[in-house]
Each structure stands twice: as structure tokens, then as C-alpha cells.
């Protein structure tokens, strides 16, 4: 393929991206991305096949993206020992990083009857990878504070949970300065389970297992 391929190909990626964070997929209409990308009908669909081809590769790209910022602050906090001081610089780690308003994967679960089950593997894929990714970090954590009782795999979902839920409000607000508040709340209430333990009744950790519980009793 031509190297202005690759080219034109990125150029409709990122103009489709552009207009589905502000209408959402269904709202978006091929001509307006080709307009928007400044290309021709023959070139988007030599790219693209369909919609949900298209919405497959956007979401495959935003995959790409959350994982990849989840890797790095993964790979550039490998020198913290302590394993509970290792999770903070994680997620402080993230909250610098962050800067991507918007979130793709809200927009496509909001819509996964006109996108098809393909198109939505993508988001699927990200949560199991940033899961994974969280999860052995939590874990070591937990071990080094048993007395907080962590649930690692809670705070593990609520990680993948909060940088979707904050790129959504982020795009709704028109900055990214909501984006690094969640992220800061979320450190913040990591550090205060890590924190607490047994002997402080009534404490967060002990509300958090309580509520849990609740829930998996709940018919």
C-alpha cells in the first residue's frame, strides 16, 4: 500500500473519533466522517468496509491506548519495593498521564445492538487487560497488608471503572481537569483502605467488604 495510504486511513480514524465522542456512533454518518477526513467515498471504503468495521478499529485503537497508558505507569513504577507505596505511585502515575477526554468505550456499550458483538470485543479486551494489569499489583498490596483486607479484584474493575466513567465526564465537561480529580479520588480512597484494618471499626475498608457482601447476598 502506498505510504499516503496509512496516512489517509489514520486521517478518517481520527475524524471519525472526533465526531463520534461528541454524537456517539449512531449519530455519526459516513459522509460526515469522509468530509471531516477530507477524503473520498472510493478511499474510506478501501479502508473501511462498513460501520462497524469502522467502529471496530476506533475502538480497537482506544483499547490500544488505555492499555498502553496502563503498561507504562506499570513499567515506570518497576523500581518502588514496597508494594503498597507501589500502587500510590501507580495511580499517581496515571493521574499525570491522563489527558485523552472522552471515552469510546461508553459510547459503544451505550449502542452495542447497532454495533455488533465484534465491534465491542475491543472494550472486553481493555477491561480484561487493565484488570490484569491492576490485579498483580493490588494483590501484592494486599499481601503486605493483610489487616486492610483488600479486595483486589473490586478496586481492580473500579481502576478500569473509573478512567472510563472519567474520560466520559471529561468529554461531557470539555477538559481534563475532571479526569485528574477522579483519578485522585480513587488514589486517595486505594490509600485509605490500605490504610485501615480491623482495628478501626466502622472504618473503609470494613464498610467496603460489608457493602460487597451485601450485594452478592442481594437476590
Given at each position: 500500500m502506498p505510504r499516503d495510504g496509512s496516512s489517509n486511513r489514520q486521517r478518517i480514524?481520527?475524524?471519525?473519533?472526533?465526531?463520534?465522542?461528541r454524537r456517539g456512533f449512531s449519530g455519526t454518518a459516513l459522509d460526515e466522517?469522509?468530509?471531516?477526513a477530507g477524503t473520498s467515498k472510493g478511499a474510506f471504503f478501501h479502508h473501511f468496509p462498513s460501520k462497524r468495521e469502522l467502529a471496530r478499529t476506533?475502538?480497537?485503537?482506544?483499547?490500544?491506548?488505555?492499555?498502553?497508558?496502563l503498561l507504562r505507569a506499570h513499567d515506570r513504577t518497576a523500581s518502588v519495593d514496597d508494594p503498597v507505596e507501589r500502587v500510590d505511585a501507580f495511580l499517581a502515575e496515571l493521574e499525570r498521564a491522563a489527558a485523552r477526554p472522552g471515552s469510546l468505550a461508553a459510547s459503544a456499550l451505550a449502542e452495542h445492538e447497532l454495533l455488533g458483538a465484534a465491534a465491542v470485543a475491543p472494550v472486553q479486551r481493555a477491561a480484561q487487560a487493565s484488570r490484569a494489569v491492576v490485579l498483580g499489583l493490588l494483590?501484592?498490596?494486599?499481601?503486605?497488608?493483610?489487616?486492610?483486607?483488600?479486595?483486589?479484584e473490586a478496586w481492580a474493575d473500579h481502576v478500569f471503572v473509573t478512567l472510563e466513567g472519567a474520560q466520559l465526564l471529561a468529554r461531557a465537561t470539555g477538559g481534563t481537569e475532571?479526569?485528574?480529580?477522579?483519578?485522585?479520588?480513587?488514589?486517595?480512597?486505594?490509600?485509605?483502605?490500605?490504610?485501615?484494618?480491623?482495628s478501626a471499626p466502622g472504618g473503609v475498608a470494613e464498610q467496603l467488604s460489608a457493602r460487597r457482601a451485601s450485594g452478592r447476598a442481594a437476590p
Open positions: 480514524l481520527d475524524a471519525a473519533e472526533r465526531l463520534v465522542l466522517v469522509i468530509g471531516a476506533l475502538l480497537d485503537r482506544h483499547a490500544d491506548h488505555l492499555v498502553a497508558l494483590r501484592a498490596a494486599a499481601a503486605a497488608r493483610p489487616a486492610a483486607h483488600l479486595d483486589a475532571h479526569l485528574r480529580e477522579q483519578l485522585g479520588v480513587l488514589r486517595t480512597a486505594v490509600a485509605a483502605v490500605l490504610a485501615s484494618g480491623p
